[in-house]
């Protein structure tokens, strides 16, 4: 396929963003049309409290290439991501943020890394531009992901990324509640490659991402992904089982065999309040994952669209 010919959808979430949408449209367009004559960019409105569906409306009528989503809430950026990658028809599909962190002007690079052979290639934010505690929290959250998942991800990779149609049309068939669209992507095992690409600081709204919706999003994702803390509770509870064991068979013979006396009921009430206080975490070990495996028996829909401009492709997911 000639390069020039292929069509390539961008797809993009938008929260809270509404006042950088206009650049971002016409620094995507510029890009684009550097790479090819056809191409799509669809906005992904998950109910952003500003007025961002009214621009993307603007927008939309005033180009032909951009085309609009708007979620009837706020389902999460990576609901709405898989919202967007439901209608991007795009031989290439590019994914990225909104808030112009990950710059339109990468995106060529991405895609000549693409076409030699790749059907993944991410952009490596070798300087982060985000806030320290931003940062050092995706660290650690990749650190332990890493550990219990047993699989190795990079937390300099995000949503940046071309894919090829092959690998979004797999990603379709992943229907799970729980989301992390570059981890599912990075599961999937096609051909990938990374590119290192400038990050540029967020000079627009702030991350809607604060400290307790990131624990929540590592939580759900961490026991999603792996069983290993399930195996760490049963592992923990023979441990405590043994070492009770020994330290019972240490109290008989001192008290048979050596006549001293058993100690009062200190260590006995301290021993229950432990043994007590690991049942219930390990209660709600458990708990997490029948809350999980309830989430996705109900089967409900990943979003639900209250409206979509004129010009967006019929759902083909």
């Not at 032909?64 to 990658?85: D, P, V, W, Y």
């Not at 439901?86 to 990950?102: E, I, K, R, S």
């Not at 006549?259 to 021993?271: R, Y």
Request: hydrophobic share 40%; glycine share 6%.
């Amino acid at each position: 396929m000639d390069k020039s010919s292929a069509l390539i959808s961008i797809v993009v979430p938008v929260y809270g963003c509404e006042a950088c949408l206009a650049e971002l449209c016409s620094r995507l367009k510029t890009t684009l049309t550097s790479i090819t004559t056809e191409f799509e960019i669809i906005l992904v409105n998950d109910a952003s409290p500003d007025s961002a569906w009214r621009t993307i409306v603007q927008l939309s009528a005033n180009n032909e290439h951009i085309k609009g989503i708007n979620l009837s809430r706020n389902f999460g950026q990576h609901n709405a991501i898989t919202a967007g990658l439901d209608f991007a028809y795009g031989d290439w599909v590019v994914v990225m943020d909104c808030d112009l962190q990950d710059r339109p002007e990468e995106i060529p690079k991405l895609y000549e890394k693409a076409i030699e052979g790749y059907d993944v290639v991410f952009g490596n934010r070798v300087l982060r531009q985000d806030k320290w505690l931003k940062r050092k929290s995706s660290q650690f959250f990749y650190k332990v992901y890493d550990y219990l998942a047993e699989r190795s991800a990079d937390y300099t990779v995000a949503n940046f990324s071309i894919s090829s149609q092959k690998v979004v049309t797999g990603f379709r068939q992943m229907r799970e509640q729980n989301r992390l669209f570059p981890l599912f992507i990075q599961w999937m095992g096609f051909k990938t490659a990374y590119v290192p690409i400038q990050h540029d600081e967020r000079t627009v709204g702030k991350s809607s991402y604060n400290i307790k919706k990131l624990i929540s999003l590592g939580t759900d994702v961490l026991i999603s992904q792996s069983n290993k803390p399930l195996r760490f509770s049963i592992q923990f509870g023979f441990l405590i089982s043994f070492v009770s064991l020994v330290y019972g068979i240490y109290l008989f013979v001192r008290y048979f065999f050596l006549d001293v006396p058993v100690q009062g009921w200190t260590s006995v009430m301290v021993s229950i309040y432990f043994i007590a206080g690991l049942i219930f975490f390990n209660f709600g070990i458990i708990g997490l994952y029948i809350g999980k495996i309830f989430n996705e028996v109900k089967a409900r829909p990943l979003y639900l669209i209250q409206e979509k401009t004129e010009n967006i492709n019929q759902d083909r997911s």
